[in-house]
């Protein structure tokens, strides 16, 4: 792997896996959908995430990073104070959600998978200071002694697939959780949860990258 340094690429990999586990607007959403639906809505969210990602990505890729940090932080702020108010519409559809069947045998999935796939792509497209995050961390695992373009697409190709292969580990927590409750009649509480998740995403929309 002569055009990567295999060190500095170990220690991208094991950043990578601690971002992707840190709770953020992305995992709020999935967590809310695969609890409130399904895990097909759980999986078109990372779907929707990692599309808003890769694009994220190729703009750093591309250079227009610079061109995003010539945004006024209060451009950047109203942009992500929309992405926040859409969860917390999300999360006030989830509080008022009525089940289906009183007994919690079913719930009834009342949004297609693809509608999770659009809020992921809401949510990726209000947060444009995630280029700026890229253009600061990716730097730290790029060897000065090996061609920095080389380096550049492999770190930018590993984070957009690794990112949603781990994203995937929320699902599966998630669903386990939503059967454990459904079997425990606990309906409400998967909506009140779903909620609570999707407002402690739109606050994390607003106090990340600021």
């Not at 250079?63 to 999300?90: H, N, P």
């Not at 730097?139 to 090996?146: A, K, R, T, V, W």
């Not at 998967?190 to 407002?199: D, P, Q």
Request: charged share 10%.
């Amino acid at each position: 792997m002569s055009f990567i340094d295999p060190v500095l690429y170990a220690f991208y990999i094991g950043a990578v896996a601690v971002l992707v586990f840190t709770p953020g607007p992305v995992v709020s959403l999935i967590i809310a959908e695969t609890l409130s639906h399904s895990s097909r809505h759980g999986m078109a969210v990372i779907a929707g995430a990692a599309l808003s990602t890769s694009i994220l990505l190729a703009i750093y890729a591309v250079g227009f990073g610079a061109v995003i940090s010539e945004i006024s932080d209060e451009t950047l702020y109203v942009i992500r104070l929309l992405g926040a108010a859409y969860l917390l519409y999300l999360a006030l559809v989830a509080f008022r959600r009525k089940p289906a069947d009183s007994s919690g045998v079913e719930m009834k999935v009342e949004r297609s998978a693809m509608k999770a796939f659009k809020a992921a792509l809401i949510v990726g497209a209000t947060n444009p200071k995630a280029v700026l995050f890229f253009a600061a961390f990716f730097p730290q695992f790029i060897s000065p002694d090996l061609p920095a373009q080389p380096q550049l697409i492999t770190l930018t190709v590993t984070f957009a697939i690794l990112a949603p292969l781990l994203d995937s580990c929320w699902v599966i927590a998630a669903a386990s959780a939503r059967r454990f409750l459904m079997q425990s009649g606990s309906i409400v509480a998967i909506n009140r949860i779903s909620g609570s998740a999707l407002a402690l995403g739109a606050l994390l929309l607003l106090t990340l990258n600021k």
